[in-house]
């Protein structure tokens, strides 16, 4: 877990706290509304690289690449969750 202003995929703000109020920090985005894309938060990026040079990866992707892992799950009304599963950002590190 990254500790970014913003959350991964949107612009609303990353909320670590049990004394928000719930369901305050979403905008169409996070709730998958259509016709929505996601936006790549680059902080959160950043700090995943120095993240995988601290590990010692020994392969950094140049490009990224996300894919849709289409789900049906009562407690995700999107219907599917973002994964890097076929061309991970870093890997074979410590």
Do not use: M, W
């Amino acid at each position: 877990q990254l500790r970014t202003a913003k959350k991964a995929f949107c612009d609303c703000a990353a909320v670590d706290s049990l004394d928000e109020v719930p369901n305050t920090h979403v905008c169409d985005t996070c709730t998958g509304e259509p016709g929505t894309l996601p936006r790549l938060n680059v902080e959160a990026v950043d700090a995943a690289r120095r993240a995988a040079v601290a590990l010692r990866c020994q392969h950094l992707a140049p490009t990224l690449e996300f894919d849709r892992k289409s789900y049906f799950y009562p407690d995700l009304p999107k219907g599917y969750q973002i994964t890097q599963q076929r061309a991970p950002l870093a890997r074979d590190g410590v």
